[in-house]
């Protein structure tokens, strides 16, 4: 098969077409992941965060400036329960007792929530960080994909002329030809 200007520019441009194409499939499956690290974000983390503040709000109690060591306040508080277990105050002291139990577990459930959240950030930057990447390609093959288009035009014009002149040429032949008959 022998390959002609016209082929050849058919082919470059198909190929530039499929490129532009390919590169449009990657942005928008990059942008599609993103979408879903964004709506993880939003449901997953914010709803582990509420449930921190309001654990947060239990952990005042404990915290006042009568009772500033937890471990102690339990301590008086299971002796109440042994001591007295028929008291009015049983269900209070339980209360407290399980708060405090509450803000230990709570103190494990931060550290791995900041965890969760610092990982949640970085994989969050570094989406951002390959969705500008993306944005950057996208943007040189536009350019590329415009400057290659300039020159094939270039190309198409010179062809165009030199087309004319060979068709100019060969009528000038023929008169000759014929001239010489």
Known sequence: MK???YRKL???YLAMAFLTVLASAYAIFSLQQLNDLAYRI???????VDRSKSLLDGVALLNLPERPDPEKARLIFLSLIRRYPQSRWRPAAE???RLIDERDAF?????LDRLLIDKTRTERLRA?????HL???VRELTE???SETAALAQENEQLKRDIQRLKDLEIELQKRERMLR
């Open 144 to 146: 590329k994909l415009q």
């Open 95 to 97: 209360a407290f007792i």
């Open 10 to 12: 058919l082919l470059s």
């Open 135 to 137: 944005k950057k390609v």
């Open 42 to 48: 939003i449901n997953d983390d914010f709803a582990v």
């Open 107 to 111: 103190g494990e459930m931060s550290r």
């Open 128 to 132: 951002l960080q390959e969705n500008d």
């Open 3 to 5: 390959l002609t200007i």
